[in-house]
């Protein structure tokens, strides 16, 4: 800034008329285009209703049946009495039979309850 006075100064009246208008314009240049910064843009939104996506969800895993083989008994001493016989591990196996079955109970109930909401 003083080495622009300075050069004023020492100039002709001439020049340095035309010096303070060249500096008055870039000036008012800078700050005319300081002003245009602060233009607003105009924003347009439009709104879309929101599509709800179908979720499926996978089937339960299906019931794996072990085999049980029930044996009946009828005493010959006793009219009217039977009885029905099955081996420990075809117990175990009836065990196994009645968990699956509620798994799969539970699967398809939650399934259900989750597509009513």
């Not at 009495?81 to 009645?98: G, M, R």
Request: proline fraction near 8%.
């Amino acid at each position: 800034m003083e080495s622009l006075l300075n050069t004023i100064s020492h100039a002709s009246p001439l020049q340095s008329q035309s010096l303070l208008r060249i500096v008055l314009i870039t000036v008012l240049l800078m700050l005319g285009g300081c002003s245009s910064a602060f233009h607003k843009p105009t924003v347009t939104a439009t709104v879309c209703p929101a599509v709800p996506t179908k979720t499926v969800l996978p089937l339960p895993v299906a019931i794996n049946q072990l085999k049980v083989t029930w044996v009946v008994v009828v005493p010959e001493d006793q009219p009217g009495v039977v009885w029905i016989a099955l081996t420990p591990k075809q117990y175990e196996n009836l065990a196994k039979n009645y968990s699956e079955i509620i798994r799969w109970t539970k699967e398809s109930a939650a399934q259900l309850e989750y597509y009513h909401e």
